[in-house]
């Protein structure tokens, strides 16, 4: 499943960033070519998720003229880093991926212009930042339930974030870690709207003291430990994403009082040497067709709220109504300090 890409190891932090910045050399001599067609392509750094049915790509290429180069480097906060360590010389067009987690790292470096996209549907508006980034899709991480091991094993399923602190909850979840996770980054600042900057370290210790397993990224956690997923875990509860349990047809769920929003953006670069092609690929992004198809290809829910979702969706996988948030600038600014104090309590308990 792509989404587990999006779960970089910090320790590969150096590595990826002089691997983004091999993808951008490699890309600005792609742009740059003799061939004489450099202003009919239009080079979009995105994250490693990115995938849409080769024939809304092939439909773009013949409306709009422009031929889509893609360039992926890692997740969310690898692109941004990539931005940033090019900005004096910008080697894509465009960006897509770009999460609320991150998206103020790239603004305050000033690595994209305005846009505003006609395209841009009203449910969408809220969600626009500094006028320079488009939300495209969006997404809940909450903790997921194993109905079934809950009904077989006699017992009330939890429903708050207090609850999965309590012994008999704790014990029995298996998250991952923020430093090196993404949705693992996502739940700690979930705990974080809830329990608030003085509390969240308290909750987080009532955790792992009371036995929740904290695994490096998504993957293990979902399809090694958790029960729901191929019934072979030992974990009933699991940090996920919202859409999760519409692969299981009903047997998980998410629950709601957990959940945290994650919306992912594209821009316009600054300096681009086709910001009309980037700004058709926003254009595109937004339309009808790449709207419905996010679901089935990037498991992430349109910004388009006049778009159907698929029928498991509907079904199993509805986004929370009021969602835990964080403001992102803080997150940007606190971001460091959060995974650090997390990890030296981790650590201490290990």
Request: charged share 20%; aromatic share 8%.
């Amino acid at each position: 499943m792509s989404r587990s890409h999006r779960a970089v190891l910090a320790a590969l932090t150096t590595f990826t960033l002089a691997l983004g910045a091999c993808s951008a050399a490699d890309q600005r001599s792609n742009n740059s070519g003799t061939d004489g067609t450099a202003q009919k392509t239009v080079t979009i750094l995105t994250h490693d998720s990115f995938a849409l049915p080769d024939e809304l790509v092939q439909r773009f290429e013949e409306e709009s003229g422009y031929t889509l180069k893609t360039t992926s480097p890692g997740d969310a906060g690898v692109v941004v880093n990539q931005l940033i360590l090019t900005k004096d010389h910008p080697t894509v067009d465009g960006v897509y991926g770009i999460d609320n987690y991150s998206a103020h790292s790239a603004l305050n470096e000033g690595v994209l212009v305005a846009y505003t996209s006609d395209h841009l549907p009203d449910s969408a508006e809220q969600y626009v930042l500094d006028d320079a980034l488009t939300p495209i899709d969006m997404g809940d991480v909450c903790v997921n339930v194993d109905h079934r091991w809950f009904a077989d094993h006699g017992m009330e399923e939890p429903e708050t974030l207090a609850d999965l602190a309590r012994p008999e909850y704790a014990k029995l979840l298996v998250v991952e870690n923020p430093a090196t996770s993404s949705p693992g980054f996502a739940f700690l600042t979930a705990t974080i709207a809830d329990a608030g900057t003085d509390g969240y370290l308290d909750y987080w210790a009532q955790l792992l003291e009371g036995g929740a397993k904290v695994d490096d990224g998504w993957s293990d956690a979902y399809y090694t430990d958790f029960s729901g997923a191929d019934g072979q875990g030992d974990y009933p509860l699991v940090v996920s994403y919202a859409s999760s349990p519409a692969e299981t047809d009903g047997a998980t769920g998410s629950l709601e009082a957990t959940c945290t929003r994650q919306v992912e953006y594209a821009g316009v670069v600054a300096g681009a040497t086709n910001p009309e092609g980037a700004q058709a690929f926003i254009d595109f992004m937004l339309s009808d067709d790449v709207q419905a198809a996010l679901p089935e290809s990037m498991y992430m829910y349109p910004v388009n709220s006049m778009i159907d979702l698929p029928e498991q969706w509907a079904a199993n996988a509805s986004l929370a109504e009021s969602p835990l948030l964080v403001d992102p600038q803080e997150v940007a600014s606190q971001r460091e300090t959060w995974i650090k104090d997390w990890t030296e309590l981790f650590e201490s308990r290990s």
